[in-house]
């Protein structure tokens, strides 16, 4: 009993338990970016034509489409994907990039967000060890994972991601998980007014809009998870990382600079640091300026 009491309590073995786990999430995370933004566009459409009450088309002929449904196949040859052919990274690495069937590549996207979920899970876990915490800042750190990739996808953050988020936030603040109620209260509203401020200000100024509705949801939902206080830090992170990797494709990748570039996943980055380390960093910066 002595020895599994010891495994429990070892930050390693959490950390490597983590680490599988988000590899698993990642492989659905993978389903998740790719087949929600056309499950949004599929009840659109639907929408729309009811509205206008003409008939649609596609509805005669239309499969199940979800989250679950079709199984996964390859998407040039059809073929369904055996478990052992979907086993996080490692498949990829022995498929060597390509189909088992038809040796078509496979983009190389798939493992790097099994494996990107894996260490963002990892470190999570090293950083809050055994606490309620951690299964909480989990499930955060997924699904920002999901709305980053979707977002460089499609410029799109879904409402059904986002805001379920948000609200968990402003409820585990109830029991000062992360924050206290009143500080997620205040950084809900002000996350979300702050870049609505932004968007009309420069709407209103050079007659272009410089972003969408859902980084202002993702912004409060930071809000409601960590506190008005870290909202500074987020806003001030994701525009310096924005802007480095903003003017890095345009010099290095030749990018035309009138192409819009998604917000969302360099708020992301920077919520998700602050989650971490954002108490440290704005220690320092209190320290560095002598305040």
Request: a neutral charge; one cysteine or more.
């Amino acid at each position: 009993m002595q020895e599994l009491d010891l495994m429990l309590d070892s930050p390693l073995l959490l950390t490597a338990l983590a680490g599988i786990l988000g590899l698993l999430v990642g492989s659905f995370l993978n389903v998740v970016i790719y087949r929600l933004p056309l499950m949004m566009q599929r009840d659109w459409r639907r929408e729309c034509t009811a509205f206008l009450e003409l008939e649609n088309p596609a509805d005669a002929g239309e499969k199940t489409f979800n989250l679950i449904l079709p199984l996964s196949h390859c998407p040039h040859c059809h073929s369904a994907i055996k478990p052992h052919q979907n086993v996080p990274v490692f498949s990829y690495l022995l498929l060597k990039g390509r189909c088992a069937h038809c040796k078509a590549s496979i983009s190389p996207r798939y493992p790097i967000v099994e494996a990107l979920t894996g260490i963002a899970s990892a470190t999570v876990a090293w950083r809050f060890g055994y606490a309620p915490e951690t299964a909480f800042a989990l499930l955060l750190t997924w699904s920002l994972i999901a709305l980053g990739g979707i977002d460089i996808d499609h410029q799109l953050l879904p409402d059904s991601i986002s805001l379920p988020m948000l609200w968990l936030g402003l409820i585990l603040s109830l029991a000062n998980v992360f924050t206290d109620s009143h500080a997620s209260i205040i950084g809900a509203v002000a996350g979300y007014l702050c870049l609505w401020t932004v968007y009309h200000l420069f709407r209103l100024v050079t007659g272009k809009e410089g972003m969408g509705y859902g980084d202002f949801k993702l912004l409060a939902l930071f809000g409601a998870w960590l506190g008005w206080h870290y909202l500074p830090l987020i806003i001030l992170l994701s525009s310096l990382v924005g802007a480095v990797i903003g003017v890095g494709m345009i010099v290095f990748v030749k990018r035309d600079k009138n192409t819009p570039i998604p917000f969302g996943p360099y708020l992301a980055m920077a919520g998700w640091i602050a989650l971490l380390w954002g108490e440290s960093i704005n220690r320092l910066y209190i320290d560095a300026a002598g305040l």
